[in-house]
């Protein structure tokens, strides 16, 4: 006789197979089901075991014939009842056709109730055909007040232990699946180590964030592949690093480290390992989760850097303003009419930085909230530069201002108070960092697709290494040229959200003490309104 397997819920063990199989031939049945008791497991994990040997299409109406039966709730041990010749037909007529034989025979439905000490196991239902006995109730010995065999009694003990073992094998093997499943999509780098600290687990939040693959790091040395350091970069030596201070029995939990990448790279990670102990309390496996907080430490950073720029630049125009009001405000204090005009000028213009800065951190507020609106319209950037240009040097009569713009630029479509704030703070920036050269240029020119626009100056210009994060938010360059000179390292963050909001890009080239370019492109008109152009 041969035994198919059926899945009805949940994965069926070959174990849980082979037991319900064997226990349903000795039991002289042509087919079986187990079904689990929510008595003895959890519900959810409430599963239904099958094996047949029947075609799979006739199973919904042999468990339809199941289901209005008996429940487990009694300790009857065997229960039998004839199914009915419909229900029967369905069940056996393949049987019957690979046989050969048209007749039907008569079939009972038996049902077993699997129990053992601890309680109810399920029931065994099965099929077999009218009349045939099992050896078990067969062997004529002394019966209890259920009519039960005692060998049938041992038959139901022996099965409820293998039951119960396979059962509980299979619920380990699914706790092992959560297990991995959760180390794969953990967000979180994980590690595992031997007792002799070799790398045996490496899951890929781990790969991505140390660039090493799982493959090139098993068996190795873990202290060797992360090279731990503390939050201030000193080695740690492998006595004070994460796993085997958890072997010792030290509590490592969201410790701060730099730990290195693949390519050497060092960042900024919060650090938490544990040990698993054999029975006898020694180590076992070290486990260390890997969480990258260099984002959380830049942002940190930003904050602080934002505190001390902004009561900086707050300070000094508060300070200035106080100063001269308070002069004013003397009784003894005899100004002459120049002397007044040169005061009242001074706060003026202090109080317009005041509320520049305050504009400028609203409109920083709005590019990080995504609400940037741009009114676009075509635009003839050359006069637009001209204008303002003309203002600054009404402005700062000092300043001189080339203008290298060709007769027959093309017009960009751009929003017009936005493309002169990028204007503004570009001449502004020329001016305020070339503290000696006074000298300023404007060129443009057009590509097939944009017109680009250059600012340059010849002053004290931009380290390489600080190019790529003047464009940030509250990035300022800190050295003793730049320390006196204001501002709250927001303009260029301004001026790159515009241009890029049109499609455009601004980029810095520069050379130290040398002098500056700012290049910012906009899109040409008639290509604006190409349809693959978003603004
Ligand atoms: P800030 O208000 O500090 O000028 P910006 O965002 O406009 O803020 O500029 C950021 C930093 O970039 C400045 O603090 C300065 O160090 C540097 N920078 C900007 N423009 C120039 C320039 N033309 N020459 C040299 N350094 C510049």
Redesign the pocket.
């Given at each position: 006789m041969s035994w198919s397997q059926t899945r009805v819920a949940g994965d069926l063990s070959d174990q849980m197979t082979l037991l319900v199989g064997g226990a349903v031939r000795l039991l002289c049945g042509e087919a079986g089901v187990f079904v689990v008791s929510n008595e003895a497991f959890d519900p959810q994990s409430s599963e239904e075991y099958t094996v047949y040997r029947l075609n799979e299409a006739t199973l919904p109406t042999f468990f339809a014939s199941i289901a209005g039966g008996v429940q487990p709730n009694s300790v009857h041990l065997l229960v039998a009842e004839k199914l009915s010749p419909a229900v029967a037909a369905s069940v056996l007529l393949r049987d019957d056709e690979e046989n050969g034989r048209s007749e039907l025979r008569d079939v009972e439905r038996c049902s077993l109730f699997v129990h053992d000490a601890a309680g109810m196991l399920g029931v065994l239902h099965y099929l077999r055909p009218a009349g045939v006995h099992s050896c078990f109730e067969q062997v004529d010995e002394s019966k209890d007040t259920n009519g039960t065999s005692g060998v049938l009694r041992l038959f139901v003990v022996q099965l409820a232990a293998g039951l119960r073992a396979a059962l509980q094998s299979q619920s380990l093997v699914k706790e092992q699946g959560r297990l991995a499943s959760i180390f794969q999509h953990s967000t979180e780098g994980i590690l595992t180590v031997d007792n002799a600290l070799r790398i045996i687990d490496f899951n890929p939040a781990m790969e991505r964030l140390t660039a090493w693959r799982e493959s090139e790091v098993l068996g190795r040395f873990y202290y060797d592949v992360l090279r731990p350091r503390d939050r201030l970069g000193n080695e740690v030596g492998l006595q004070g690093s994460p796993i085997l201070q958890a072997f010792a029995g030290q509590q490592v939990i969201n410790r701060e480290m730099v730990i290195a990448a693949r390519d050497g790279q060092r960042f900024t990670v919060s650090v938490t390992a544990s040990c698993v102990r054999s029975a006898r309390g020694e180590p076992m496996n070290g486990i260390l989760t890997v969480r990258d907080i260099t984002r959380e430490r830049e942002q940190e950073e930003q904050r602080s850097t934002f505190i001390s720029v902004i009561s900086h630049e707050l300070q000094t125009p508060i300070a200035i303003i106080k100063g001269y009001a308070s002069t004013l405000a003397r009784t003894d204090a005899m100004l002459e009419a120049e002397a007044l005009r040169i005061r009242l000028t001074a706060i003026e213009e202090e109080a317009d930085r005041l509320n520049k800065l305050v504009g400028n951190l609203l409109y920083a507020s709005r590019i990080q909230s995504g609400g940037l609106q741009m009114e676009t319209a075509p635009l003839e950037i050359g006069s637009l530069i001209e204008t303002v240009v003309r203002r600054l040097q009404a402005r700062s009569p000092v300043v001189t201002v080339t203008l290298d713009i060709p007769a027959n630029l093309p017009t960009v479509m751009a929003d017009r108070d936005r493309i002169e704030e990028v204007l503004q703070?570009l001449l502004d920036?020329?001016i305020?960092?070339?503290p000696r050269q006074r000298t300023i240029s404007v060129a443009c020119r057009a590509t097939g697709d944009e017109v680009i626009t250059s600012v340059s100056?010849a002053?004290?210009?931009?380290a390489l290494r600080e190019q790529q994060h003047?464009f940030d938010r509250f990035?300022?360059?800190q050295n003793t040229a730049?320390r006196t000179i204001p501002?709250?390292?927001?303009?260029?963050?301004i001026c790159r959200a515009i241009v890029e909001a049109h499609g455009g890009h601004i980029q810095v080239e520069?050379t130290l003490h040398e002098g500056?370019t700012?290049s910012f492109s906009l899109p040409r008109e008639e290509k604006a309104q190409l349809p693959m152009v978003v603004f």
């Open positions: 703070n920036n020329a305020k960092y070339s100056d002053g004290m210009g931009i003047i990035q300022r360059i730049t501002g709250a390292g927001l303009g260029l963050y520069s500056s700012f």
